[in-house]
């Protein structure tokens, strides 16, 4: 989307904010023993409660307010009370809403608890990968060049990326143009940020696979050599310097 009057801005940050907000709650709400629909419920009513619309129930009839991905899922996992959650777990909640006609994305990975399972320096992978990348997302500069950024640091810690998965244009629907804000390099894309447009960028940092499949039940997300993956995304606006952080009150970094 291309913020061209103080109004778009506005509903933009809006919007932003009420993602970013269930996002940190529901991350603080989290416990063992919880199932993943107790979570995703709890996120619902507060979308709700803000007055916001859960964006994958909107735009894809996804069962479920929110997405929650639990160890070796890497997305698109569907809130289940049989899904239950453990001390060490691998989590990652994906927040979207659309609100007045604006729409806004954000997510995030984080260990639930205690770190038994050692997950944690993915999850700081993710995080500071991210923040890398979105350092370098202002007008002008290839959309490539943030793929490859990701690729180099990923690697220079050991680790891989998702390459089938990408941040997106975002802003009058869930998904716009650019629709392949990629975490790899493709040195095919010459499409440039433009400023004054809003994006979701993301980084999809893996310990053993390189693509996504989906599950038999339509919606998960699994590696195609099983592993973990860590997920954290912003939505933000881009401009001719730093870019403005729209979902920074999630407080993933």
């Known amino acids: 989307m291309s913020i061209n009057k103080e109004s778009e801005l506005a509903g933009m940050q809006a919007v ?3 993602v970013a907000n269930v996002l940190k709650a529901m991350r603080e709400f989290a416990q063992p023993g919880m199932t993943s629909k107790a979570l995703d419920d709890f996120g619902g009513k507060l979308l709700a409660e803000y007055g ?33 959650l453990q001390e060490g777990d691998l989590v990652n909640i994906d927040v979207s809403a ?4 604006f729409w806004a994305d954000n997510g995030g990975s984080f260990v639930l608890g205690e770190d038994v399972h050692q997950h944690q320096p993915l999850v700081d992978a993710s995080r ?5 990348a979105i350092a ?14 990701i690729e180099t640091e990923a690697k220079k810690r050991g680790y891989r990326v998702i390459r089938n998965l990408a941040g997106h244009g975002v802003g009058r629907s869930l998904h716009e143009e650019p ?21 979701a960028i993301e980084t999809f940092i893996a310990t053993d696979s390189t693509y996504a499949r989906a599950h038999n039940d339509g919606w998960t997300l699994l590696g195609n050599r099983g592993g973990f ?3 954290h995304e912003h939505t933000i606006m881009i401009t001719d310097d730093q870019p403005v952080i729209l979902t920074a009150s999630n407080n993933i970094w």
């Open 136 to 149: 370098q997302a202002s007008g002008g500069v290839r959309i490539a060049q943030i793929g490859k950024i």
């Open 98 to 101: 659309e609100m007045n006609g």
């Open 229 to 231: 993956v860590a997920q």
């Open 52 to 84: 916001a619309k859960s964006a994958p129930s909107l735009a894809y009839n996804f069962p479920g307010f929110t997405c929650i991905s639990v160890n070796h899922e890497i997305a698109h996992g569907i809130p289940t009370e049989q899904k239950k």
């Open 128 to 132: 500071e990968i991210l923040k890398m």
């Open 16 to 18: 932003s904010e009420i």
């Open 179 to 199: 629709t392949s804000i990629l975490n790899c390099y493709d040195k095919f894309n010459r499409q440039r940020f433009k400023k004054n447009t809003t994006v």
